[in-house]
């Protein structure tokens, strides 16, 4: 049996939601379900142990992606945990989010052993039963706003194509987020669709899962736009804007030697990237830096999209800091490209040197209507910007428009 939320409860939520502003102007999608499968009473080993085990859900994380898989106590009070972010959304947003999730979902489900909550950037549920690897399918959470497509018949078909097109990248996904985005537009609508699977289920049970969640569509709000459709292994919400953070990453681990946990290279790393923003040259978004001695000598380089305030290149070098080195866990030289900077390290010293090698290419599924006039103005333009950047006075070498 699923249990359908009413807007009642969304207006609830939304009150909460004044105790945790959003950190981003996104719809504030927030609901939760106090399971009735069991109840713990204050102070018992289950409490302390749920306790215990939220107070330290970030040292449980796995080590390449923020998707964190817990169990903490002995039988029949050990508790389980799943805590999983939004594929689009930075570690620290992420670690935001589920931090808010640990401190609420307890005090929303004071006593009841088993318990899920949804928010904005992150999922967070606990059980007394053992959840890892398998397909929960109840309960179902249905968060919507008011608004409707105007061409039910258009809007109902585009979706369903493109929720069709996003099941499959989701749960093929090569990258280990069983996360996929992407939008539709027409004459009359425009859809922007985010579906993710929690990384612990196979291909077919991902599929399986969103397919359910898409049949639950017409008991939620059919037709409407600004919807969230939500099961504790899989979800996905649609509406007539981005509300997603575009995916613009990348990463390569060059092939050009390892190091091994806990070598001098490692730790000089380590320290490099702890110390990034003390090396700062002090007047924009360049990060020039060695540390150590050879033949453990680490350089690297961090550089801001010539655009950004200084607030957001420092919060994303942050986050490629912390990112980086758990993509490439043995790599001595990797580069990763983020939406608004880039960071690389290499044991060679890379500063004034010219690396052609690797490229790097993420696309949208857009595509020009006159390809010819496209690609001619395309070409004028770079080739505009290609000498203004290069000839540029500012220390950024940076040009747009
Ligand atoms: C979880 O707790 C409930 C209620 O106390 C109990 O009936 C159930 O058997 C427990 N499940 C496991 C796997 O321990
Ligand atoms: C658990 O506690 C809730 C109140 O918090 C109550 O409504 C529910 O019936 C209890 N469930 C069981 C199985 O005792
Ligand atoms: C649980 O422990 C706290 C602090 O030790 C105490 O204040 C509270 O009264 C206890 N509650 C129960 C139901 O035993
Ligand atoms: C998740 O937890 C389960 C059970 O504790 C464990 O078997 C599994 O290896 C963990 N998986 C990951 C990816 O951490
Ligand atoms: C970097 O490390 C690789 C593999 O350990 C080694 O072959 C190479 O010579 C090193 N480069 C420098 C400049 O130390
Ligand atoms: C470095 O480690 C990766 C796995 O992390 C492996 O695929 C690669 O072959 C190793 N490269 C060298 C040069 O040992
Ligand atoms: C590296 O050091 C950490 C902490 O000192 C330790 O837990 C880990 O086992 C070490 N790893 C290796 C491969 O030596
Ligand atoms: C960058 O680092 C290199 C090598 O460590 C150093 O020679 C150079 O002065 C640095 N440049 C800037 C702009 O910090």
Redo the contacts with the bound molecule.
């Keep these: 049996m699923s249990t359908i939320f009413s807007s009642r409860l969304l207006l609830f939520i939304s009150f909460i939601s004044i105790l945790i502003p959003p950190i981003t102007a996104q719809p504030s999608f927030r609901n939760h379900v106090c399971s009735n499968k069991g109840n713990y009473s204050a102070n018992s080993t289950y409490h302390g142990n749920l306790n215990l085990l939220l107070a330290n859900l970030f040292s449980y994380t796995n080590i390449q992606y923020d998707f964190f898989n817990a169990s903490y106590g002995q039988n029949p009070d050990r508790v389980n945990a799943i805590g999983l972010c939004r594929g689009d959304v930075k570690s620290n947003i992420c670690h935001g989010c589920l931090d808010d999730a640990r401190s609420l979902l307890p005090r929303l489900c004071p006593n009841q052993k088993e318990a899920i909550g949804w928010y904005n950037e992150c999922m967070l549920r606990y059980s007394n039963r053992s959840i890892f690897g398998i397909v929960d399918n109840d309960p179902t959470s249905c968060l919507h706003s008011e608004n409707r497509a105007i061409n039910l018949n258009l809007f109902n078909l585009a979706l369903r194509n493109l929720l069709e097109r996003l099941k499959t990248k989701a749960a093929s996904s090569s990258s280990i987020r069983n996360f996929a985005t992407g939008d539709a537009t027409g004459q009359s609508y425009q859809i922007y669709a985010l579906v993710q699977c929690t990384p612990d289920l196979s291909e077919q049970e991902c599929s399986d899962c969103i397919e359910g969640v898409i049949s639950e569509i017409p008991n939620c709000h059919e037709g409407g736009i600004g919807v969230r459709i939500d099961r504790p292994s899989c979800g996905f919400m649609y509406d007539n804007f981005q509300f997603y953070y575009p995916n613009f990453r990348n990463h390569v681990c060059s092939n050009k030697g390892n190091y091994s946990a806990n070598s001098t290279y490692h730790a000089n790393l380590n320290l490099l990237l702890a110390n990034l923003f003390s090396?700062t040259?002090i007047q924009y978004g360049?990060y020039?830096?060695?540390y150590g001695q050879n033949p453990d000598r680490v350089?690297a380089i961090g550089l801001c999209r010539g655009d950004v305030k200084p607030n957001i290149c420092h919060g994303c070098l942050d986050d490629a800091r912390a990112l980086l080195p758990r993509l490439c866990p043995n790599q001595k030289e990797t580069i990763g490209w983020y939406n608004n900077c880039m960071l690389r390290y290499s044991n060679r010293?890379i500063?004034?040197i010219v690396d052609n090698d690797p490229i790097s290419c993420l696309h949208s599924e857009n595509r020009a209507p006159n390809l010819n006039l496209f690609n001619l103005a395309l070409r004028n333009l770079l080739v505009r910007l290609k000498i203004k950047a290069a000839s540029s006075r500012s220390i950024r070498n940076f040009a747009y428009r």
Aim: charged share 0%.
């Design positions: 090396y040259n360049f020039n830096v060695s350089n010293s500063f004034g």
